[in-house]
């Protein structure tokens, strides 16, 4: 919202120029009515109709891209996820607020320019023969303080873009944990099925047996969590660890996982064993954790043997096994507390296939399905996902996230390109006599290129260092949500602010050109 309201600020600030623009051409019409008995009151009420009635404008066609905008958006969406996100529909609240805004947006920036006008009086426009140069220029400095405010935002909104984009290239280098070369999942539910519990355990077994005589597979297992996106229970209670306040409540993912699981996945042991053919029922209840948890409940202690209790459960369980700690909910998350339980001792409905392949995991798909139908035709695959697959679904977010980043960054630098060749243009269009006059008097058209370009230019400086101080505060701000890279990434900066400078450049020397162009004596005679 933030970014939106930013490249919003632009465009009003290009409004508010143009008006201003306008109203200088109007002097006559507004002296006119004045002379006519229209009151100061009276002349702003109209000019901020017109405003408001710009804004209004505007705000119609915004919401006709936005549905448009939504729609595209959301056929990115993944459909494996898809009904866990929030439909993007353009309900009446949306459309309350588009109208709020631009009623707001056309007063507050149509308010300025009106002001100005209505100070207009009837002498001072019989008298703007000898007084309209120094009333030029004081309108363009207000416009170029506007322009240099434009210039700033749409460089933060660049470097913001920048920094985001470069956060999320690193992002796809952040080791999760686990391998997700060579990996394939396969979601089975069987308690959809109709499966009872020893009809569904059956199925487990069965499906291990047959999938792992596949030529090109190489280990396989169940698991009920898929990767990256954990079950986490609150509530873990820890032998000899009494919780004092609510605040206290240990919290940590739970996984219910069958036999070869961290082979499968590449997830080293640290300490102890891993779940065996006798950690059944009619055993103790074991579990292994990881060690974040180890490190954090049971610090400069040895794990093993400790017990801890999972919320809703009256049996403790005993810790056989310590392993790596690998990403749970989101990459590059901070550590957290994970508990692997037995599928032997925890009977589950609904589980995914790990399958690991020598290969490709694409060009052994098919033969896996293959297998899960000759158990059992009518037993749907509802989803199958690969390794990679889950990394860009992961990322999703934060893709959709930068692009969104980019195309507000892109925009506002259309917008404040666009408005800054329109005042270099209405510029050069009042400034047209003491161009003549400069040529008149030996100036050549180089020297009056350059003395345009460079008065334009100038703003655009401005604006830039006035931009970079703020992309460095922001930067700070959003440095949390950045990952390999650093607020102050001179990279990031120096990508922005070239690609500003160019296209603001070619914004000014368009106009310039122009100038340079213009016959002394049709200017000395129009003027």
């Not at 796809?172 to 020893?198: K, S, V, W």
């Not at 169940?222 to 996106?229: F, G, Q």
């Not at 403790?316 to 508990?339: D, H, I, M, R």
């Not at 889950?390 to 408005?419: E, K, P, T």
Request: aromatic share 8%; charged share 20%.
């Amino acid at each position: 919202m933030a970014i939106v309201g930013l490249v919003l600020l632009i465009a009003c600030s290009n409004v508010a120029n143009l008006l201003l623009s306008r109203a200088a051409v109007r002097r006559q019409e507004i002296a006119v009515r004045m002379a006519l008995g229209a009151g100061r009151i009276r002349l702003i009420r109209q000019l901020l109709t017109e405003s408001v009635l710009l804004g209004l404008l505007g705000g119609v066609l915004g919401t006709l891209f936005g549905y448009g905008g939504c729609r595209f958006l959301w056929s990115f969406r993944p459909t494996e996820f898809a009904q866990n996100l929030a439909d993007l529909r353009i309900n009446a609240n949306v459309f309350v607020f588009a109208f709020a805004v631009s009623i707001l947006t056309g007063l507050l920036f149509g308010i300025v320019p009106a002001l100005r006008t209505s100070r207009s009086s009837v002498s001072e426009v019989l008298k703007e023969e000898t007084r309209s140069v120094g009333r030029s220029r004081g309108r363009i400095s207000l416009a170029n303080t506007l322009l240099a405010v434009q210039v700033a935002i749409s460089l933060v909104l660049l470097v913001v873009a920048a920094l985001f984009l470069r956060s999320i290239q690193h992002e796809y280098t952040i080791d999760p944990g686990f391998e997700t070369n060579h990996l394939a999942l396969f979601m089975i539910y069987p308690g959809q099925a109709g499966y009872d519990r020893t009809r569904t355990e059956q199925f487990y077994k069965q499906a291990r047996g047959r999938i792992a005589t596949v030529p090109g597979i190489s280990s396989l297992s169940w698991a009920s969590n898929l990767p990256l996106w954990g079950r986490k229970e609150t509530g873990v209670r820890i032998e000899g660890q009494e919780q004092r306040e609510k605040s206290d409540a240990i919290s940590a993912v739970v996984n219910t996982i069958d036999l070869n699981y961290f082979s499968t996945l590449g997830i080293p042991f640290r300490d102890g064993r891993d779940f065996t053919e006798d950690d059944r029922n009619i055993s103790g209840s074991v579990a292994i954790i990881n060690d974040a948890m180890a490190a954090r409940y049971w610090p400069n202690q040895n794990p093993l043997g400790k017990r801890l209790q999972l919320p809703r459960r009256k049996e403790f369980l005993q810790v056989v096994g310590v392993v790596k700690t690998t990403n749970y909910q989101t990459l590059g998350e901070a550590p957290q507390s994970c508990v692997y339980i037995p599928l032997r001792q925890n009977y589950s409905d609904a589980m995914i296939l790990y399958v690991r392949t020598e290969r490709d995991p694409s060009a052994t798909l098919a033969a896996v399905q293959g297998e899960i139908r000759n158990l059992d035709p009518g037993l749907a695959v509802e989803d199958i996902r690969t390794g990679t697959k889950v990394i860009d679904q992961a990322l999703w977010g934060a893709r959709i996230g930068v692009g969104l980043l980019g195309v507000f960054g892109l925009l506002a630098l259309g917008l404040a390109s666009v408005g800054l060749y329109g005042i270099m243009a209405y510029s050069v269009n009042q400034r047209r006599r003491e161009i003549g006059v400069r040529m008149a008097l030996g100036a050549g058209q180089g020297e009056v290129s350059l003395f345009i370009l460079r008065q334009g230019m100038t703003v655009v400086l401005s604006g830039v260092a006035l931009g970079v101080a703020l992309a460095f505060l922001l930067g700070r701000a959003l440095s949390r949500f950045l990952y390999g890279v650093s607020a102050s990434d001179p990279v990031s900066l120096g990508a922005a602010s070239l690609v500003l400078l160019l296209v603001a450049f070619v914004a000014c020397y368009l106009p310039a050109r122009s100038a340079s162009r213009v016959d002394p004596l049709v200017a000395l005679r129009d003027a």
